[in-house]
């Protein structure tokens, strides 16, 4: 398997502009996890899926963050309208299972996100 | 969230053994100690995890406390790719809607040549 895969790697857009992150997921995992780390914060959990159904989005900063997950092998997290403060590297997790023995969590290469 | 408490910072020698700690006094019955790290430009990756007994794998060993308020993590022999930061995360392994993986602020590890 390829892995958690992200894209774009990167990503220049300017305040007030639509961002969409993507991501795919490890084939056969339940669950899906979104990030955002930045040097002020660390690393933030925004949002989780599990079985595509969003399970806790108490992370997510505001109205303008959204996250979708329309099949087992696709997830977006859109940003609109983007703000220079939403600069940060947004990661991509996706889990098998948390309940059993094998509970590793794979994490994708990141998307920089840099709004100007 | 039960919280942890890693030193921000340690340094070590290479080829050396490492052994970073982690302090959890609120840990629950149900929460598993995990371990992760993140190498510069990359995002984190999994280290290892147990419950109460000792663990040990490829990468590294942990050793849990006997009363499992602390941790340690040891890397027998580290290289110059152990530089990273290193997270020590309690997770509650039983209960649904509870499984977030929440990070701190982790312990920057530098090996010198």
């Known amino acids: 398997d390829a892995g958690v895969i992200q894209s774009p790697r990167h990503e220049v857009t300017e305040m007030g502009q639509e961002v969409t992150l993507r991501c795919k997921p490890i084939s056969g995992h339940d669950y899906l996890f979104w990030y955002r780390q930045t040097m002020m914060r660390g690393l933030e959990l925004l949002i989780y899926?599990?079985?595509?159904?969003?399970?806790?989005d108490s992370g997510m900063p505001e109205d303008r963050f959204s996250a979708k997950m329309p099949n087992a092998s696709f997830s977006t997290l859109k940003i609109q309208p983007s703000e220079p403060r939403d600069s940060a590297v947004y990661f991509c997790?996706?889990?098998?299972?948390?309940?059993?023995?094998?509970?590793?969590?794979?994490f994708g290469q990141g998307t920089r996100l840099t709004v100007v | 969230d039960a919280k942890t408490t890693q030193p921000n910072s340690m340094e070590s020698n290479e080829e050396e053994p490492v052994h970073l700690p982690c302090n959890h006094s609120t840990i629950s019955g149900t929460d598993y100690i995990h371990w992760y790290r993140q190498l510069p430009s990359q995002g984190p990756e999994y280290v290892i995890h147990?419950?109460?007994s000792n663990v040990n794998n490829r990468m590294a060993s942990l050793a849990i406390a006997e009363d499992r308020k602390s941790s340690t993590l040891i890397l027998h022999r580290a290289t110059l790719r152990d530089a990273a930061v290193y997270y020590c995360i309690l997770r509650d392994g039983a209960n649904f809607g509870n499984e977030k993986l929440t990070f701190g602020t982790g312990t920057r590890l530098t090996i010198i040549p």
């Open positions: 147990g419950l109460t």
């Open positions: 997790a996706s889990q098998q299972t948390i309940h059993q023995e094998n509970t590793e969590a794979f």
């Open positions: 899926f599990n079985n595509n159904v969003p399970i806790d």
